[in-house]
């Protein structure tokens, strides 16, 4: 895993309000960083989720919930996968 990556990705994290205590942080900081790795063809459902309940060892279901409750913590209203593609596409971006 690329250290600088996970630091700019949790810092903005931080800074939108989603706070490292929320199970849904750790779970959209590992969705964040698999949807930089992957910018082409990624689906939220296939293969982030599963991905994320196996790392973690909980229910897809969970890691969906914990992902939508932590993006309701910032000011942006929008899906787990809009939410996730945009940051991502953001730090994409910015690495240019």
């Known amino acids: 895993m ?6 700019k ?3 903005k994290l931080i800074d939108m309000g989603v706070t490292p ?3 849904g942080y750790k779970y959209l900081l590992s969705a964040l960083i698999y949807a930089v790795n992957n910018p082409k063809g990624w689906q939220i459902t296939k293969a982030i ?6 790392e973690y060892d909980v229910t897809i279901l969970n ?3 914990a992902i939508r409750h932590a993006i309701t913590k910032t000011d ?3 899906t787990n996968s809009e939410f996730i593609a945009l940051l991502a596409e953001e730090v ?5």
């Open 76 to 78: 942006i209203s929008t």
């Open 63 to 65: 890691v969906e919930r």
């Open 21 to 23: 205590n929320l199970k």
């Open 49 to 54: 989720y599963p991905s994320i309940s196996k």
């Open 92 to 96: 994409r971006l910015e690495g240019e």
């Open 9 to 11: 990705l949790s810092q």
């Open 2 to 7: 690329n250290n600088k990556l996970e630091r």
